[in-house]
C-alpha cells in the first residue's frame, strides 16, 4: 500500500487497533483489513485516472476523496491530522486534477453556460474542492455562480444524461448543489440569493415523492441541509423520511437501488452515510444502531478479495471503453462509487464522526454565529 501520508496512515493502523466505537458484534480485524484493502484500490485508481483523462469525474475524484476524508476532518478521532489530510499526495492530486479540469471555463461557468454534465458535474466538483480543503478563488466563485444561473425555475438542478444510479435524481443533484453553495457560496454572492436558492430547493422538494434509493437518500440530505442552514426543518418530516430509509433495509442487512435489485454496496453505503449524518452521534438507542452494524456486516461479507464491491452498470455507455486498472472491466466506474461509498460506511462505523456528510467550512461557520 502507498502511503497517503505517513502520519495519516499511521494514525489509522492505531486507531483501527485501539477505537473502541466499533460494536463488538464486527469483529475490528475485519473492519481494520477491510478498510485498508479499500483504500489501497482506491489510492490506486485515483493515482491511474489522470493517465488516461482530463475530465473531472465524481468516480475518481469526489468519491474516493469522500471516503478517505472520514475520520480525517471535522472533530473525529483524527481530526487533529487535517493538515496531514489536505497535504497527501492522494488529496493534493484530486484538488489539483479538479481545479485544472474547470479553470479554463470561468467564462462559461460565470455565464451558467453549458458544462458537460451539466450542474451535477459541477456540483460534484465544487464538493470535491471542499472535502480537499480549497480555500475560495475564482473557480469555486464560478461554480457557484454557474449553479446558481442553472437552477431551475422549480428549484430543481439537473443533469445532462440518464446514467443509473449515480446520474439519474434530480434529488440528489440538486442536494450536492445545496452542498456546494453552502460551502462556497457566501464568499462568491450575497445572502440573500443563497436563501433564495435554497428555499426553492426546500419548497420543490417538498413536493416530490422519491422513486429510487438515489432519489430518498438525495431527499434526505438535501431538506437536512436546508433545515441546518436556515433554521427551519420540520422534524416530524425529517424523521418520516427516515423511517422510510430504515424501512428499505433488507434482510440481508443492505440496501438496493432499485425495488427489484439485490443489496449493492453502493447504496448499502450511502445509506450508512446519510443516517449517520442526520442521526449525529446520539445512537445509544437499539433502533438505531443495530440498522447500521447488520448493514457493515452486510458491506464486510460482499467486499471483494481485491478490496472493491462489484456492482453492475446500468448506464449506456456514452464513452469509448478505457482501463483504468480498476476491477471489474465494464463495471470499473460504478463499482468504484460503489467502493467509495462504501469505505466511507466503514471507516464512518469505525470513527463514528456523526456528521460525515457535512463541510468543515459550513461547520466552522455556523459554529461562528
Same mark, same amino acid.
Given at each position: $500500500?502507498?502511503?497517503?501520508?505517513?502520519?495519516?496512515?499511521?494514525?489509522?493502523?492505531?486507531?483501527?487497533?485501539?477505537?473502541?466505537?466499533?460494536?463488538?458484534?464486527?469483529?475490528?480485524?475485519?473492519?481494520?483489513?477491510?478498510?485498508?484493502?479499500?483504500?489501497?484500490?482506491?489510492?490506486?485508481?485515483?493515482?491511474?485516472?489522470?493517465?488516461?483523462?482530463?475530465?473531472?469525474?465524481?468516480?475518481?475524484?469526489?468519491?474516493?476523496?469522500?471516503?478517505?476524508?472520514?475520520? *480525517?476532518?471535522?472533530?473525529?478521532?483524527?481530526?487533529?491530522?487535517?493538515?496531514?489530510?489536505?497535504? *497527501?499526495?492522494?488529496?493534493?492530486?484530486?484538488?489539483?486534477?479538479?481545479?485544472?479540469?474547470?479553470?479554463?471555463?470561468?467564462?462559461?461557468?460565470?455565464?451558467?453556460?453549458?458544462?458537460?454534465?451539466?450542474?451535477?458535474?459541477?456540483?460534484?466538483?465544487?464538493?470535491?474542492? %471542499?472535502?480537499?480543503?480549497?480555500?475560495?478563488?475564482?473557480?469555486? *466563485?464560478?461554480?457557484?455562480?454557474?449553479?446558481?444561473?442553472?437552477?431551475?425555475?422549480?428549484?430543481?438542478?439537473?443533469?445532462?444524461?440518464?446514467?443509473?444510479?449515480?446520474?439519474?435524481?434530480?434529488?440528489?443533484?440538486?442536494?450536492?448543489?445545496?452542498?456546494?453553495?453552502?460551502?462556497?457560496?457566501?464568499?462568491?454572492? %450575497?445572502?440573500?440569493?443563497?436563501?433564495?436558492?435554497?428555499?426553492?430547493?426546500?419548497?420543490?422538494?417538498?413536493? &416530490?415523492?422519491?422513486?429510487?434509493?438515489?432519489?430518498?437518500?438525495? &431527499?434526505?440530505?438535501?431538506?437536512?441541509?436546508?433545515?441546518?442552514?436556515?433554521?427551519?426543518?420540520?422534524?416530524?418530516?425529517?424523521?418520516?423520511?427516515?423511517?422510510?430509509?430504515?424501512?428499505? =433495509?433488507?434482510?440481508?442487512?443492505?440496501?438496493?437501488?432499485?425495488?427489484?435489485?439485490?443489496?449493492?454496496?453502493?447504496?448499502?453505503?450511502?445509506?450508512? $452515510?446519510?443516517?449517520?449524518?442526520?442521526?449525529?452521534?446520539?445512537?445509544?438507542?437499539?433502533?438505531?444502531?443495530?440498522?447500521?452494524?447488520?448493514?457493515?456486516?452486510?458491506?464486510?461479507?460482499?467486499?471483494?478479495?481485491?478490496?472493491?464491491?462489484?456492482?453492475?452498470?446500468?448506464?449506456?455507455?456514452? &464513452?469509448?471503453?478505457?482501463?483504468?486498472?480498476?476491477?471489474?472491466?465494464?463495471?470499473?466506474?460504478?463499482?468504484? $462509487?460503489?467502493?467509495?461509498?462504501?469505505?466511507?460506511?466503514?471507516?464512518?462505523?469505525?470513527? =463514528?464522526?456523526?456528521?460525515?456528510?457535512?463541510?468543515?467550512?459550513?461547520?466552522?461557520?455556523?459554529?461562528?454565529?
Amino acid at each position: $500500500m502507498k502511503p497517503i501520508c505517513s502520519r495519516l496512515v499511521c494514525s489509522i493502523v492505531i486507531l483501527l487497533g485501539v477505537s473502541l466505537s466499533a460494536s463488538a458484534q464486527v469483529p475490528r480485524d475485519r473492519l481494520g483489513d477491510g478498510i485498508a484493502r479499500a483504500t489501497e484500490l482506491m489510492t490506486k485508481g485515483v493515482k491511474n485516472y489522470p493517465e488516461h483523462r482530463s475530465c473531472f469525474s465524481c468516480h475518481h475524484q469526489a468519491l474516493p476523496l469522500l471516503a478517505l476524508s472520514v475520520g *480525517s476532518l471535522g472533530e473525529g478521532p483524527l481530526g487533529s491530522d487535517k493538515a496531514d489530510f489536505y497535504g *497527501s499526495p492522494t488529496t493534493k492530486q484530486i484538488l489539483e486534477f479538479t481545479e485544472q479540469a474547470f479553470s479554463n471555463k470561468l467564462d462559461t461557468l460565470n455565464s451558467g453556460g453549458e458544462i458537460g454534465g451539466r450542474a451535477l458535474t459541477v456540483a460534484y466538483a465544487l464538493w470535491t474542492m %471542499d472535502l480537499a480543503g480549497s480555500p475560495s478563488n475564482k473557480t469555486t *466563485s464560478a461554480m457557484v455562480e454557474s449553479l446558481l444561473k442553472t437552477q431551475g425555475q422549480e428549484g430543481a438542478w439537473s443533469f445532462q444524461s440518464t446514467r443509473p444510479p449515480a446520474a439519474s435524481s434530480k434529488l440528489m443533484t440538486t442536494a450536492i448543489a445545496v452542498y456546494g453553495l453552502r460551502s462556497y457560496g457566501h464568499d462568491a454572492t %450575497d445572502g440573500d440569493r443563497l436563501k433564495l436558492a435554497m428555499e426553492k430547493s426546500l419548497a420543490w422538494s417538498l413536493e &416530490q415523492s422519491a422513486a429510487s434509493h438515489e432519489d430518498l437518500v438525495g &431527499q434526505i440530505w438535501l431538506e437536512h441541509m436546508i433545515a441546518g442552514e436556515l433554521g427551519n426543518g420540520d422534524e416530524a418530516r425529517a424523521e418520516e423520511l427516515l423511517t422510510r430509509l430504515r424501512q428499505l =433495509q433488507r434482510d440481508d442487512g443492505g440496501w438496493a437501488q432499485e425495488n427489484e435489485l439485490a443489496s449493492d454496496a453502493y447504496a448499502t453505503g450511502q445509506a450508512v $452515510m446519510i443516517l449517520s449524518q442526520v442521526q449525529g452521534r446520539d445512537r445509544k438507542e437499539q433502533e438505531l444502531t443495530r440498522p447500521v452494524e447488520r448493514a457493515v456486516e452486510f458491506l464486510l461479507k460482499s467486499q471483494q478479495p481485491d478490496g472493491s464491491w462489484h456492482v453492475a452498470s446500468r448506464s449506456k455507455p456514452v &464513452q469509448v471503453f478505457f482501463n483504468n486498472g480498476d476491477p471489474h472491466g465494464k463495471d470499473q466506474f460504478i463499482s468504484m $462509487m460503489a467502493t467509495s461509498w462504501a469505505t466511507a460506511a466503514l471507516r464512518e462505523f469505525r470513527y =463514528q464522526t456523526g456528521q460525515p456528510l457535512e463541510s468543515v467550512r459550513v461547520a466552522n461557520r455556523l459554529q461562528a454565529r
